[in-house]
């Protein structure tokens, strides 16, 4: 499994409550993707949402968030940790 960094632009005015919720729905099927959603961090001023997921492809993290309705620009391989 790999660890994926995901960056969303433009949401803007987002509230703890919106990414809450959008996080819980990434949660409830991201398990038919062998994805798992760790955490997601929000920057309403500047509109950017950040999730870090684990699973076996960029392209099944982009297929979770597609199916919840907040696709993601960007998903980054995260190879390295400390």
């Known amino acids: 499994m790999t ?3 995901d960056v969303h632009h433009d949401m803007h005015g987002i509230t703890a409550d919106q990414l809450l ?6 949660l409830a099927i991201e398990g038919e993707e062998g994805v798992h959603f760790e955490r997601a961090w929000a920057d309403p001023e500047s ?7 684990e699973g076996p492809s960029a392209e099944a993290v982009m297929r979770v968030h597609e199916r919840t309705g907040h696709m993601a620009d960007e998903i980054h391989p995260v190879p390295l940790t400390v």
């Open 21 to 26: 919720e959008a996080h819980r729905a990434d």
């Open 3 to 5: 660890r994926f960094m």
């Open 47 to 53: 509109g950017t949402v950040y999730c870090l997921s």
